[in-house]
């Protein structure tokens, strides 16, 4: 476990000693401070779900951002040597690594909260929606984190990463779209995999057991993938 | 302390290593050389843990590497060939980051920290981030990094390389008497690095190991003839038919001099002999019996660089190289 933090540690460390975290969080505030005022002023209506929609969008373009050197970067620098020739396990510094994204991902939402603040100023909100809207926004980013940090440990180019990732995210994202133009059974399926559409029943007001299982499930599926992804490279 | 057996490691591409095996006791500092793609670094990985092998079995300390990784990775202490720094991080930092995941205790981290700092002559820098420190000090981090855990058995390759050679000087010393409590192999290309610092050597080519010695008895190990410089006075063809008449003696061949010719000039000659024995009795005796004084005799023995180009071109070298015209310089390469 003390291995874990350590990583865990080692990867907050590397995100704010470096410009990365702050261009990501200073991106994701502009846009979405920007989608936030034009609906806030032409709507004039207290309602936090447009906003967070928004988001989801914008998470699509900053995760890959934020998760493209997480294993890149080692590879590249010949760290990897250090930590795959540690006592530490690759699951550990996998997990450590996640846990430092699952960080970043709270900071990012607990900052979101901004917003909902200021409508509240001009009226009141549901609470409900307002907490379980939060709580979707992060199981969403989380997820995307997952598939960002395989895509990671994919190369050792940061850039090829951050474009798999960002492609991978694109295309959970379109699954949706497909979804809408089949129809029957096939339809039902294609949506099984969507990661947006689950946020729906959190963003009515709606506690979404199956959804939150989804995300947990997704998210340990792609840390596997990760960790397996990673070990086969001592077989090289 | 560390036994590799019958390790092989095989890439698609072929190149790799096959079947290296031997071991290691406690103490030996092991010089591990061979030409660049020969397999040195993918050995090391594979002792390190970084690479699976293949095929054999890997023992550091009696644990082995495939059953109990984990407790056979705490007791290797690994500098790769980049040093595997943070540039982001300040050294204390990220020595503080490895005590975590090499399992220092935690009582015991900052003392350990302390003590690798001050015996890597990094003190006053712990707070420097590691990007803005030069090449030398940045290998001394990744030193500390290495010894950090205090293991039994420290692993590295090419320690020096792209060095100045000031800083050469300083990582060997400090090579040295890390290999006073540790047990070292490292790797390197540059020769005279391991007749000072090994007491073993290890040759390594084309992924197989070649040559397993002391690195002062090495000229013994090839099966050479026997070959002697030799430097006397007298005229020069008297003297090389004197020697021709020697039973044992193979070849006599003239090395070029610097001096002026004159009637004083003393003549230097290489004499071979035509097996391993030793001729310089015979010639002492021939040359004393034709009056021809002899300044200097001296058994020439092979250089580890001699050793090295012997074994690891790929083609046997010319048992005659009939020109002299390139054996002074040589030579004199020998004997700096």
């Given at each position: 476990m003390?291995?874990?933090?350590?990583?865990?540690?080692k990867?907050?460390?590397?995100?704010?000693?470096?410009?990365?975290?702050?261009?990501?969080?200073?991106?994701?505030f502009?846009?979405t401070?920007?989608f936030?005022?034009?609906d806030f002023l032409?709507?004039?209506?207290?309602?936090v779900r447009?906003?967070?929609?928004n988001m989801m969008?914008?998470f699509?373009?900053v995760?890959p951002l934020?998760?493209?050197?997480?294993?890149?970067?080692e590879?590249?620098?010949?760290t990897?040597?250090?930590?795959?020739?540690?006592?530490?396990s690759?699951?550990e510094?996998?997990?450590?690594?996640?846990?430092?994204?699952?960080?970043?991902?709270?900071?990012?939402?607990?900052?979101?909260?901004l917003?909902p603040?200021?409508?509240?100023?001009?009226g009141?909100?549901d609470?409900?929606?307002?907490w379980?809207?939060?709580?979707s926004?992060?199981?969403?980013?989380?997820?995307?984190?997952?598939?960002?940090?395989?895509?990671?440990s994919?190369?050792?180019?940061q850039m090829?990463?951050?474009?798999?990732?960002?492609?991978?995210?694109?295309?959970?994202?379109l699954v949706?779209w497909?979804?809408e133009?089949?129809f029957?059974?096939?339809?039902?399926?294609?949506?099984?995999?969507s990661?947006?559409?689950?946020?729906?029943n959190?963003q009515?007001?709606i506690?979404?057991?199956?959804?939150?299982?989804f995300y947990?499930?997704?998210i340990?599926?792609?840390?596997?993938?990760?960790?397996?992804?990673?070990?086969?490279?001592?077989w090289? | 302390?560390l036994?590799?057996?019958?390790?092989?490691?095989?890439y698609?591409?072929?190149?790799?290593?096959h079947?290296?095996?031997?071991?290691?006791?406690r103490?030996?500092?092991?010089?591990f050389l061979g030409p660049n793609?020969?397999?040195?670094t993918t050995?090391?990985?594979?002792?390190t843990?970084?690479?699976?092998?293949?095929?054999?079995?890997?023992?550091?300390?009696?644990?082995?590497m495939?059953d109990?990784?984990?407790k056979?990775?705490r007791?290797?202490g690994?500098?790769p060939?980049?040093?595997?720094?943070?540039?982001?991080?300040?050294?204390e930092?990220?020595?503080k980051?490895i005590?975590?995941?090499?399992?220092?205790?935690?009582?015991?981290r900052?003392?350990?920290?302390g003590?690798?700092?001050?015996?890597?002559?990094?003190r006053?820098?712990?707070?420097?981030?590691?990007?803005?420190l030069s090449?030398?000090y940045?290998?001394?981090?990744?030193?500390?990094?290495?010894?950090l855990?205090?293991?039994?058995?420290?692993?590295?390759?090419?320690?020096?390389?792209?060095?100045?050679?000031?800083?050469?000087?300083?990582?060997?010393?400090?090579?040295?008497?890390?290999?006073?409590?540790?047990t070292?192999?490292?790797?390197?290309?540059?020769?005279?690095?391991?007749?000072?610092l090994?007491?073993?050597v290890?040759?390594?080519?084309?992924?197989?190991?070649?040559?397993?010695?002391n690195p002062?008895?090495l000229?013994?190990?090839?099966?050479?003839n026997?070959?002697?410089?030799?430097?006397?006075?007298?005229?020069k063809?008297?003297?090389?038919?004197e020697?021709?008449?020697?039973?044992a003696?193979?070849?006599?061949?003239e090395?070029?001099h610097?001096?002026?010719?004159?009637?004083d000039?003393?003549i230097?000659?290489?004499?071979?002999?035509?097996?391993?024995?030793d001729?310089?009795?015979?010639?002492?005796?021939?040359?004393?019996?034709s009056?021809y004084?002899?300044?200097?005799m001296?058994?020439?023995s092979?250089?580890?660089?001699?050793?090295?180009?012997?074994?690891?071109a790929?083609?046997?070298?010319?048992?005659?190289?009939?020109a002299?015209?390139t054996?002074?310089?040589?030579?004199?390469g020998?004997?700096?």
């Amino acid at each position: 476990m003390r291995r874990v933090w350590a990583i865990c540690r080692k990867e907050l460390q590397m995100y704010f000693y470096s410009p990365v975290a702050y261009v990501a969080f200073a991106f994701f505030f502009l846009i979405t401070g920007y989608f936030f005022s034009v609906d806030f002023l032409s709507s004039q209506v207290v309602d936090v779900r447009p906003l967070y929609g928004n988001m989801m969008l914008v998470f699509l373009f900053v995760i890959p951002l934020l998760t493209m050197r997480l294993v890149s970067d080692e590879l590249r620098q010949g760290t990897d040597e250090l930590l795959f020739t540690s006592p530490a396990s690759i699951g550990e510094i996998i997990i450590g690594k996640y846990l430092a994204t699952i960080v970043v991902m709270l900071l990012l939402t607990v900052c979101t909260l901004l917003y909902p603040l200021i409508l509240s100023k001009y009226g009141t909100l549901d609470q409900p929606v307002l907490w379980l809207s939060v709580l979707s926004i992060f199981l969403l980013g989380a997820a995307m984190m997952a598939v960002g940090l395989f895509a990671s440990s994919l190369t050792a180019h940061q850039m090829v990463s951050g474009i798999v990732g960002f492609v991978l995210i694109l295309l959970l994202w379109l699954v949706d779209w497909l979804g809408e133009s089949v129809f029957g059974k096939a339809k039902e399926w294609i949506s099984l995999f969507s990661i947006v559409s689950r946020t729906n029943n959190f963003q009515k007001g709606i506690f979404d057991i199956a959804a939150l299982v989804f995300y947990i499930t997704f998210i340990l599926m792609f840390v596997v993938l990760s960790i397996n992804v990673l070990e086969r490279k001592r077989w090289r | 302390m560390l036994e590799v057996k019958e390790v092989s490691k095989l890439y698609q591409n072929q190149r790799g290593v096959h079947n290296i095996d031997f071991s290691m006791s406690r103490g030996e500092i092991v010089g591990f050389l061979g030409p660049n793609g020969a397999g040195k670094t993918t050995t090391m990985r594979m002792i390190t843990g970084y690479l699976n092998p293949t095929r054999g079995k890997i023992t550091v300390d009696g644990m082995s590497m495939s059953d109990h990784p984990k407790k056979a990775r705490r007791k290797i202490g690994y500098l790769p060939e980049t040093p595997p720094l943070y540039p982001e991080m300040s050294v204390e930092s990220y020595l503080k980051f490895i005590a975590d995941l090499r399992d220092v205790p935690a009582r015991e981290r900052k003392t350990r920290i302390g003590e690798v700092i001050e015996k890597l002559g990094l003190r006053g820098r712990e707070r420097q981030i590691i990007r803005s420190l030069s090449k030398g000090y940045r290998q001394r981090v990744g030193l500390a990094q290495a010894i950090l855990h205090k293991p039994d058995l420290l692993i590295m390759d090419e320690p020096t390389s792209g060095l100045d050679p000031n800083q050469i000087i300083e990582i060997r010393q400090l090579i040295k008497e890390l290999g006073e409590n540790h047990t070292v192999l490292l790797s390197t290309h540059i020769l005279p690095e391991v007749s000072t610092l090994c007491n073993r050597v290890l040759i390594i080519n084309n992924g197989k190991i070649v040559l397993d010695g002391n690195p002062d008895q090495l000229d013994g190990t090839l099966g050479e003839n026997f070959e002697v410089s030799l430097e006397v006075r007298g005229p020069k063809d008297a003297v090389i038919r004197e020697l021709k008449q020697i039973e044992a003696v193979k070849i006599v061949r003239e090395l070029r001099h610097d001096l002026p010719d004159g009637e004083d000039r003393p003549i230097r000659l290489q004499v071979t002999a035509r097996d391993r024995s030793d001729i310089r009795e015979a010639i002492f005796h021939k040359m004393a019996n034709s009056g021809y004084p002899i300044l200097e005799m001296r058994k020439r023995s092979l250089s580890l660089e001699d050793v090295f180009i012997r074994l690891t071109a790929n083609e046997p070298l010319a048992a005659d190289p009939g020109a002299g015209e390139t054996e002074e310089l040589k030579e004199v390469g020998r004997d700096a």
